[in-house]
């Protein structure tokens, strides 16, 4: 038995997953812990997923909705997605099994910016929650339970959820205890206090997290490894972009704008943003801090050369490799890192008060700088809007960034107008391309379109751009955004039939 | 001389509008009070904008940079559109000739949430500003500013202006004196602290707001009303709206997930807005409370009559009818009213923990939840964002509100696709129109389509819409959001070509 189980009730409990996963009937609304492929549950899924099995070869629907914290890993998300066990899943994903199933319209899915999806459990928006699924890093003597790889909502999970199943994994560090910072002062609207978070580094919390033993109807033991997540070197556009943004915030140091100790700093995860990250450390700053959702492999490099003083997040998201290094310097980074639960990482309160420096991958810009980060020509889901919004909205600077064109060329980044909006013309500040960044501060619509096409678009887009834009300055409704509706989504169109958003006659 | 001005330095520069307007030079960036028709000065733009029209007589080009609370009136904006005075002007405005301008594209115009102002002032992003022309009800002896009939930017304005013009507005009730809470503890990242205000009626600030008597160039007596803001009856629609609307307020109530107390009110302005504040009096609520951008003389009547305990917001904006009940009951109003910044009367941190009931209205909501609040067929603006997105982002409830037809039901307010997106899906909980209210809380996009379909569109446009979206679930390029790209848009191509979104053999 795993000395990870230091309460006897706990002890008593413990069964196997396909026993623990029996809790679970058709219908049920079920929140899994995980964020990012760490500190999801592993094994009650899968033995769910066999049960769904067993169900459809009866000839019984056997179906659940899932609400996670965000993105998984095959496990679970794959797991349950390939036996149509899921009707439902909330918020966030990245899992192909998952996509393939939403774009067929066979699996229904809320994309909730990641900061809402706590409280609105707690508003009843989600109605009741039947079982929890977390996945732990250890139970204390106390009952108290060491969180594991990400915090995610697992503190509202386990308060909100009727029977809690937990899995205790053997294979997380058993250093992550005294990592987390989870905050117990939230409250219901009208006993809502403030957040008194005034630093990345500020603890506020406790940490552990509570669970009531009466609602624990099974403990699950494994040792399994969170979902790899071991990143390629940047490549060049990556590498273009990142120098682009690092030649931006130099601009604004020089302004006066920012210090050399910028701000702190929130990335999304991928090539771009470790191409970011690796640009501050190339730059020589030093003593920065992150307050952000993941810590990725790249971060650990960064606070151990200094670049980062600390990093707050809600998922340690590592690969094997990381883990490694972590083990191998304990003491060093558990002094700097800080894992809190995702209403608070994302938290509209503190990201504006710390005035985060948000730096976010998109699917396409349009010339007036509204952001589409979520869908492909409109209609198919790619991820979702995570926490993008949390912290675009409300930080210091709204950075969104991506390749001037995908698909080797044949389909442009920038577009006339984007096929779905996740980030409005109101919240986007800065929009860089290799080819560029627009900075759009101060500009209204015409002066945007005109600086985004000259700096942003790909060459072989810009005349197509630059042409519909005169067009519509032209023949538009109005000027203030000036469009030509009639084929304003025309190069979606395009792509959706041929492929490619070029002409046919240069196709 | 006015025993307004108390103080012998503001006293020595009492000057005329014409002469303090000569401060202003082409070029400049001006920064003017005012916030929905209230608390604008009157005298020194029309000065303003004799010396344009004098510059444009000789051939010269006099334009400026106008950052203002929101909108203002014909003595401020119009007066300076019809002389081609501005170059930008910035955030909300509803005045008919600067529309024409914006549209017309001689007018630049940034469309921004009515919270992210005062701080990308502070941050720098608009520039250095040159002059602020700030309205106020007095000048204390201590040289400190009773403030006008809003507060709005003038805070910031103030602070951030290098030169300052005060007007010194005689009708402007004395009584406002007391009734202001300027909030003084905003700091730039990263020495921010959290807004400890915790219910509507906190007081956090102090009455007065302070200048630096160095700074003020001129100052100018007048004696001059608001726009006047009288409001018509509700209309049929909009009890209709409003009934809906009362009956889910009650069903959260039944749910468990609302008291009688309700949660504060946050409230745009017009027919609608009124119609739903009538119907809480008529439905018995006691007690409740305001938090909310707008004062009209709607709110006196909901005051004097229990429905509403006390009201927070940044503008007073009352007819002369409402002036003159103010002032009969003066003490009773004043201790039951709080007029704030901007940035704190719509602050995302704020907002959010007091868990307000966001209530706007839109131009139009798209089957999944979309919504325009802005523009006209894509192109043409109408006012602006104000600050429903401050609101509708953080609040506990996300409303807005619509006839589910204009132009005598030649327009539907429920479309395919808006043809500009204000609020995303992810900001949208709850559509209503005079044909019922859609409750788009925890539904996936297809079933909202479908919600929104069923219950808000008019029975002329629901056949057409059912049908887009039918074919869309067969043909669309991807299931979670089922769009067909080549026809999203065309009943707004349709409406700009006819008139009509009808098509034409039903037209």
């Not at 619509?445 to 790909?458: F, G, L, S, Y």
Request: aromatic residues 6%; hydrophobic residues 40%; charged residues 20%.
């Amino acid at each position: 038995m795993s000395e990870r189980i230091r309460h006897p009730l706990f002890r008593d409990r413990i069964t196997s997953a396909a026993e623990a996963a029996a809790a679970i009937r058709p219908g049920m609304t079920v929140a899994m812990s995980g964020f990012t492929g760490a500190g999801y549950p592993k094994a009650v899924p899968q033995a769910l997923a066999a049960r769904v099995e067993q169900a459809n070869a009866a000839g019984e629907r056997f179906r659940i909705k899932v609400l996670t914290g965000a993105s998984t890993a095959p496990e679970l998300d794959g797991a349950l997605a390939k036996v149509e066990g899921m009707e439902l899943r909330l918020p966030y994903q990245s899992d192909p099994a998952v996509r393939e199933r939403i774009n067929a319209g066979t699996l229904d899915y809320i994309d909730i910016h990641l900061s809402h999806v706590a409280q609105h459990a707690w508003f009843g928006f989600f109605g009741k929650l039947d079982v929890a699924v977390v996945e732990v890093a250890g139970i204390r003597e106390d009952g108290s339970l060491v969180p594991s790889s990400s915090v995610g909502n697992n503190k509202t999970w386990l308060e909100q959820a009727d029977k809690v199943i937990l899995e205790v994994n053997s294979w997380q560090p058993a250093a992550l205890d005294g990592m987390h910072d989870v905050y117990y002062g939230t409250a219901l609207p009208p006993h809502r206090k403030p957040i008194l978070l005034e630093h990345p580094d500020d603890r506020i919390g406790e940490p552990s997290l509570r669970v009531d033993p009466d609602k624990v109807v099974a403990v699950v033991e494994t040792h399994a490894p969170d979902r790899n997540s071991a990143f390629s070197p940047p490549d060049e556009a990556s590498r273009r972009i990142a120098g682009h943004l690092l030649d931006f915030l130099s601009h604004e140091i020089d302004r006066g704008r920012l210090t050399r100790g910028l701000l702190p700093l929130q990335s999304g995860v991928g090539n771009i943003a470790n191409a970011v990250l690796g640009g501050l450390a190339e730059g020589g700053y030093q003593g920065l801090t992150a307050y952000t959702e993941v810590i990725q492999d790249g971060m650990l490099e960064l606070l151990k050369n200094g670049t980062l003083r600390m990093a707050s997040a809600t998922s340690f998201s590592l690969s094997p490799a990381g883990i490694e290094e972590f083990n191998a310097n304990v003491d060093f980074y558990r002094s700097r890192i800080l894992l809190r639960p995702q209403e608070i990482s994302n938290h509209p309160e503190v990201i504006r008060r710390l005035g985060c420096i948000a730096m976010n991958g998109m699917i396409e810009a349009d010339i007036y700088g509204n952001v589409n980060s979520t869908h492909i020509a409109g209609s198919r889901i790619m991820n979702g809007i995570g926490g993008s919004g949390d912290f675009a909205r409300n930080g210091y600077l709204s950075v969104f960034m991506s390749p001037s064109t995908a698909r080797g060329g044949q389909v442009s980044g920038i577009v006339p107008m984007v096929s779905h909006v996740d980030h409005t013309e109101h919240d986007t500040m800065v929009l860089v391309t290799e080819q560029g960044l627009a900075d759009l501060r101060g500009l209204a619509p015409r002066q945007r379109a005109k600086r985004v096409i000259e700096t942003c678009a790909h060459p072989d887009f810009r005349p197509m751009l630059q042409d519909y834009f005169d067009r519509a300055c032209r023949d538009g409704h109005g000027m203030h955004t000036p469009h030509l509706l009639g084929e304003a989504l025309s190069w979606h169109q395009r792509m959706v039939e041929t492929g490619s958003m070029r002409p046919a006659a240069t196709g």
